[in-house]
């Protein structure tokens, strides 16, 4: 077993339901509260949240040597900051802790003290996210949005294949699953008018999105390689970046997304450990023509990452909108990171870096309502008959994301958000 893995034949004394996401191979990292207990990190197992200061207190941490204090924290960016090292030996501790075949604590007194229902508690923004950057770095959501806007023979611009596009964004609006969303007012130019307007955004969307958090500081000047890359990713969430179309379409030249994204964003609460999904590392598509040397791919670097919106309606009801893969993506993380550091931009422990709209080869996988609806040509029906080509207030957009295989599910939870009026 490698020390970066869990043994996938481990089980454990929790009860975990049948696909659950979060396993005992799993074990993202959290923060959460109940009205008793302020911010501190936890982890996932099952349906609980296991406290890890609990755990700290009764001393199965203690030769570790970590931090004082470390998991008291309100958000995990010290403790991610401790080192690969040393967050892969806590995850590693809290699987001895929750297997089956522990002998060297009584499950019967664990179980107890530190499992928390995850129904019963809150969980935060995982992180103080410093930076953030937005990539545009899936061919067909890229050849899709051109060809709607530029025509098919001018859909992809000149650089897209020689490097990962991508613009600096609006960090303190990312918000966690379950933050209502206020419906944004822009400036736009309605269809056909020779003046613009400012008012509610009439073409809202959801954007199908990863996201990876960096785990270490780089220095300013020193570029990250491709082959350095993995050293510096921690781990990833789901990432909704919620865009209103007609006011990024009005204001986005020659600078631009601005004011049509920066309103709000959306992360899932848990930040599911790279090792956690090392084992689902795949090929990802052929990238022509050849990269410049510095974009050079080490090794495999894409991940078999299961992806799905669901709308769900005011009074209720569900349909899913599109299903996709992590794997579709032309440009890959490792790629990303050294194309952001390239010309000597530190990046600093608690960054996101989301992967633009994840679309795949086939409609049914396209990762926005843009390209789902045409730019609102093809309104969508709904199983009650109702259409959307955008989205209301009481509209919910949930996604969702998971790998799986050999028995084993690793899954991120779900991102959630409802827009309502302002």
């Known amino acids: 077993m ?16 049948e696909h659950s996401d979060f ?15 302020p911010r501190r ?25 970590l931090e004082s204090g470390i998991f008291e924290q309100a958000t995990l960016n010290a403790f991610i900051g401790q080192g690969l090292s040393k967050t892969r030996a806590v995850r590693q501790r809290l699987a001895d802790i929750m297997d089956d075949d522990l002998e060297e604590w009584d499950a019967s007194e664990l179980r107890t003290f530190f499992l928390i229902p995850q129904s019963e508690v809150t969980l935060h923004l995982p992180l103080a996210i410093g930076d953030y950057t937005d990539f545009y770095s ?4 890229a050849t899709n949005v051109g060809s709607l806007f ?5 859909a992809l611009m000149p650089n897209w294949r020689h490097l990962p596009v991508g613009y600096h964004g609006r960090s303190s609006s990312i918000v966690v699953s ?19 307007v400012f008012g509610p955004s009439q073409r809202l969307d959801f954007e199908l999105e990863t996201a990876f958090v960096v785990g270490r500081n780089s220095t300013m000047g020193q570029p990250v390689s491709t082959d350095e890359a993995n050293d510096y990713i921690f781990g990833m969430v789901l990432f909704n970046d919620w865009s209103a179309r007609d006011i990024q379409r009005w204001e986005y030249q020659p600078l631009g997304p601005f004011l049509g994204k920066s309103f709000a964003s959306a992360i899932s609460p848990w930040v599911v450990t790279m090792d956690a ?16 040397p510095y974009l050079k791919l080490p090794d495999s670097s894409s991940y078999d990452i299961h992806l799905e919106a669901i709308l769900e309606t005011p009074d209720g009801k569900r349909m899913s909108l599109c299903q996709t893969n992590h794997k579709h993506l032309y440009w890959r993380m490792v790629q990303q990171l050294a194309h952001q550091t390239s010309n000597g931009c530190n990046v600093r422990i608690g960054d996101l870096y ?3 709209t994840i679309s795949g080869p086939d409609p049914g996988s396209f990762g926005s309502l843009l390209e789902l609806t045409q730019n609102g040509t093809r309104p969508i029906t709904l199983p009650d008959g109702s259409k959307r080509t955008f989205l209301g207030e009481g509209d919910t957009i949930i996604l969702k994301g998971y790998c799986e295989g050999n028995g084993i599910r690793i899954g991120f939870g779900e991102c959630r958000s409802t827009i309502v009026a302002t």
Do not use: M
Request: proline residues 10%.
């Open 138 to 141: 899936s061919l067909e959501h």
């Open 277 to 292: 999904l090392s084992s689902f590392r795949c090929d990802g598509p052929e990238q022509e023509p050849e990269v410049l």
């Open 150 to 154: 530029r025509g098919k023979d001018n």
């Open 41 to 65: 990190v936890c982890t996932a197992i099952g349906d609980y949240v296991a406290d890890l200061q609990i755990l700290s207190e009764h001393g199965f941490f203690e030769d570790l040597e």
């Open 2 to 17: 490698s020390p970066s893995n869990i043994d996938p034949n481990l089980r454990s004394w929790v009860d975990i339901p």
């Open 23 to 37: 396993p005992i191979q799993n074990l993202p990292f959290g923060i959460y509260s109940t009205g008793d207990t």
């Open 354 to 356: 989301a992967s633009g």
């Open 178 to 196: 379950g933050t209502e969303i206020a419906h944004p007012s822009g400036q736009y130019l309605p269809e056909g008018a020779e003046h613009p």
